[in-house]
């Protein structure tokens, strides 16, 4: 499979000469396998994607694979021109929103109200059907793709593309559990022994995460923050590049790929960490890279 990075900023697109090597687009990650072309995210990257996919001149049957629906994570799909073509196909896949009781379908189409964008969804030239997902596995056209909630503020997937022995994971946006009652002023009147039970069951949800990940051949994560950083914006949803070591490590990743990056983080700073994050994985036994637009990853 051929998996090919169109986004890989976090929250908002950040263009500009600061941010040319690493790029300043939205998620998007495009996976080729045989003649399929399966798309993870759709922020604004997936608009070069669709790009690249028109200039093959040939009717497209995709598969959009959407981890959740904050913007960062949507905002380019209006702008995915092969949408608009008749002829193409499109399955988008993604959760849906269980506390507003919506479907994929209608919050999809809510970004396109009218008083957002000049056109509706349902106008759309191609063939566009919706699959709700929750935690489980699925089958995208014959293709064993496996689902884990993520730690976020939505409802949030992550995708486990497994084909001809070779494993993809795709991460959502995600925080590792923590019992947040633990060393909060909330706590208080808490007895210590369900603290403790609190504590395990964070460790045993951080225990599913790593089983899910565990042996991948790539895998590609929300790393936003370095340690420091995180420990300012707890319950952001996002995790820390420091943890992000300790789960490669532990899961048995071969490539861990850093992604999601700080919209504050430039060209300068990004090229900073990725030199000393790279030599701790070297260290430790596995290949690390921070996503860029344009790179391109064969297993
Ligand atoms: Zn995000
Ligand atoms: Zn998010």
Redesign the pocket.
């Known amino acids: 499979m051929k998996i090919k990075f169109w986004g890989v900023r976090g929250s908002i697109p950040v263009p500009g000469d600061a941010t040319s090597k690493y790029g300043g687009n939205t998620s998007c990650v495009s996976v080729e396998v045989d003649d399929t072309i399966l798309v993870f995210d759709a922020g604004t990257g997936i608009r070069d994607c669709g790009n690249y996919l028109m200039s093959q001149q040939k009717s497209i049957k995709g598969k959009l694979l959407i981890s959740?629906t904050?913007w960062?994570?949507i905002q380019g799909f209006p702008f995915f021109v092969p949408a608009y073509i008749p002829g193409n196909e499109f399955s988008m896949y993604g959760p849906p929103s269980d506390v507003q009781n919506r479907s994929l379908k209608q919050i999809m189409e809510l970004q396109t109200n009218y008083e957002y964008f000049p056109i509706r969804i349902s106008q759309l030239g191609a063939t566009l059907e919706y699959i709700d997902c929750r935690e489980g596995k699925i089958d995208v056209n014959g293709f064993e793709v496996h689902t884990c909630r993520m730690n976020?503020p939505v409802a949030?997937l992550a995708y486990k593309l497994i084909h001809n022995g070779k494993t993809f994971v795709y991460g959502g946006?995600h925080e590792p559990y923590r019992n947040v009652y633990r060393d909060s002023e909330n706590s208080e009147g808490m007895e210590e022994e369900f603290l403790q039970e609190l504590d395990e069951d964070a460790n045993e949800q951080n225990k599913k995460i790593l089983n899910f990940c565990q042996g991948a051949d790539v895998v590609s994560w929300d790393s936003q923050y370095t340690e420091e950083e995180y420990l300012t914006k707890i319950g952001w949803?996002h995790s820390s590049m420091e943890t992000n070591i300790k789960l490669a490590e532990e899961a048995g990743i071969k490539h861990m790929v850093f992604s999601h990056h700080e919209p504050m983080n430039d060209d300068v700073r990004l090229t900073e960490l990725e030199a000393k994050f790279k030599k701790i994985a070297k260290e430790k036994g596995f290949a690390l890279d921070f996503s860029k637009e344009g790179m391109e990853i064969e297993i």
Request: proline fraction near 0%; hydrophobic fraction near 0%.
């Open positions: 959740h904050h960062d994570h976020h949030c946006d949803g």
